[in-house]
């Protein structure tokens, strides 16, 4: 049964940073290209990143230059680091597999999401 589970979320500043992380079992996590997404009140899931598994990265350009995801296969981890973050960032973001079109590869196993506030 595939298992996701972010966290790292929080309340920041406009230019501060955060780190999230999401660990995926259940999931042949070596195989899958991975990816965030966010969701912010009263709009609907958006991609953010992916990567594949050749560690080929891919971003929304709303976040280009101020997001990198990464992965750590030995740990069933994908990471995002944000910085210069916006008030227009805040979400909740989730992490999933993803294909290449960026559509979820688990569209009926979503985690809770961690939210993530930006604010001053």
């Known amino acids: 049964q595939v298992r996701l589970v972010e966290s790292g979320g929080g309340f920041v500043q406009p230019g501060g940073s955060l780190r999230l992380s999401c660990v995926a079992s259940g999931v042949a996590f070596s195989t899958v290209p991975m990816a965030w997404y966010r969701q912010a009140p009263g709009k609907e899931r958006e991609f953010v990143a992916r990567i594949s598994r050749d560690l080929i990265k891919t971003y929304a350009d709303s976040v280009k230059g101020r997001f990198t995801i990464s992965r750590d296969g030995a740990e069933n981890t994908i990471y995002l680091q944000m910085y210069s973050l916006k008030p227009e960032d805040t979400a909740r973001y989730y992490c999933?597999?993803?294909?290449?079109?960026?559509?979820?590869?688990?569209?009926?196993?979503w985690g809770r999401g961690t939210q993530v506030t930006v604010s001053s």
């Open positions: 999933n597999g993803a294909f290449s079109d960026s559509s979820p590869y688990f569209p009926n196993n």
